[in-house]
């Protein structure tokens, strides 16, 4: 008997959810997008799971919670804080050399056409790289006609190839310490690495962020091995105590 024919409407439905569930959850679509979105699930799932052992089976520490509160308040109290800090870190930009790119492009014009300025600041939209352009008493810019190829060759010892500053991928040039990163496809500013958990690079934008989430992290996995420890000598104690008595 053939079964194209009942197969049909089902691969159809099946076609139509996923096609709905692209349009609603862009991020489904993508898989890098999907794959980092799982490790964000599983990620928050390891610490509820860890954290809810802990709570449904260790008597002593219920006990504890209702003796002293205070405890328990500043482990979950650093808990959360954890979890913020690590959404917060996974969701800022690292900082790109794009967008710094287009920032000083777009100081560079605003001088031009307002030579009455005497300082502006100009930054990106990420807050990765801030350019400040003065404006001697002339009214002349004191960076002239410099274009980011000019601003950034001055970051290098003189007699450098544009071509060893420029990203073969993007095109553009990299201040000192930047790069390209495969993962993102963009070229980072003071580039450190791509963490698959967050999702994202750690660069000049986000580097700060990154170690005050490994400094809450580490404190949180400490506190709950602690915790774990305590647990599993009680247990142990009481269960050999049993067994001899």
Known sequence: MPTDGVCAPIAELRDRALDRCSRWFPCLADPARR?????????VALHLVYAGILFSFDEDLIENTRRQPWYIALY?????????????TAGSSPGYVLDAMKAYNEANSLFIRSPTASKHPAS?????LTVTVD????????????SW??????????????????CSYCNIEQPPRAKHCHDCDKCVLQFDHHCVWLGTCIGQGNHCRFWWYIFE????????????????????SGAWYVFFS
């Open 124 to 128: 990106s939209k990420n807050g990765s």
């Open 76 to 88: 979950l109290l650093l808990f959360v804080a954890a979890l913020i800090q690590y959404f917060v």
């Open 135 to 146: 404006i001697n008493q002339s009214g002349r810019n004191s960076l002239g006609s410099s």
């Open 35 to 43: 794959s980092s979105l799982v490790l964000k699930v599983a990620l």
């Open 217 to 236: 992290e580490t404190a949180l996995c400490l506190w709950t091995g602690i915790l774990y420890i305590t647990y599993l000598k009680t247990s142990i």
């Open 149 to 166: 190829s000019k601003m950034v060759m001055e970051f290098y010892p003189l007699g450098t190839s544009i071509r060893t500053m420029t």
